[in-house]
């Protein structure tokens, strides 16, 4: 494999091929998964819904990251992904960011959830509400732990690894690409936001 190989093709192809590759990493998740839903002694269980969590980001967002980092950016990795070194004063702002825009961002969370579609998108409307309310009872059941074990075991893997492997898919490598080829970056960033929501499923929590 050259390394940029596609870095010339259109913003439409890179995203085609990136879908390919994340497809293809799904498939290749699929076999642990469905694995772990047949041996699992008890349904849905946490550690099993962990497991799947675990393999579902290995394999569909960090590995989909690093193939496509290597077709589509002639940089070396860290520098492809945009992995940087983060100052503790940025830290701290960012921590204050967060503290101070949370009020907000529950206004707006509250204000989108009102949001309802036509009539004639009633159907719409009712899959959105089942999509989410089921990966909401997905989660629910992972916090279900009462333990330290799973509290530490949460904490690792929905704070951390989710976090780390979906800045690495979708700030990493489609809003990169985005904003390569769209000249206004504030629109490459709503789009990769819509994409975001779309992927889980969160289209009423979108604004």
């Known amino acids: ?11 439409f192809s890179k995203l085609l091929i990136l879908m390919a590759i994340a497809i293809g990493c799904m498939m290749l998740a699929m076999l642990p998964i469905v694995l ?17 969590v675990i393999i579902q980001d290995l394999f569909m967002f960090i590995l989909s990251a690093y193939i496509a980092q290597n077709l589509f ?4 990795i860290c520098e492809a992904l945009e992995i940087k070194r983060t100052s503790l004063l940025t830290i701290i702002l960012g921590m204050a960011a967060i503290c101070t825009l ?14 309802q579609f036509p009539e004639s998108l009633g159907w719409l409307n009712q899959w959105i509400e089942s999509s989410e309310n089921s990966a909401q009872q997905t989660i629910n059941i992972m916090l279900g732990s009462t333990s330290w074990s799973g509290f530490i075991a949460n904490l690792l893997i929905i704070g951390a690894l ?4 979906e800045e690495l898919f979708f700030r990493g490598i ?12 504030h629109i490459a960033i709503f789009i990769t936001a819509f994409i975001f929501s779309a992927i889980h499923l969160e289209f009423l929590d979108f604004v």
């Open 102 to 115: 949370t009020p907000l961002t529950d206004i707006i969370g509250i204000w989108n959830e009102k949001l």
């Open 1 to 11: 494999m050259i390394k940029g190989m596609y870095a010339e093709k259109s913003v």
């Open 162 to 165: 989710a976090g780390l492997s």
């Open 174 to 185: 489609i809003q990169k690409i985005l904003i390569k080829h769209i000249s206004n970056p």
């Open 73 to 76: 950016f002639k940089e070396p």
């Open 36 to 52: 772990i839903t047949i041996l699992s002694p008890v349904k849905n269980s946490p550690i099993s819904l962990r497991t799947m």
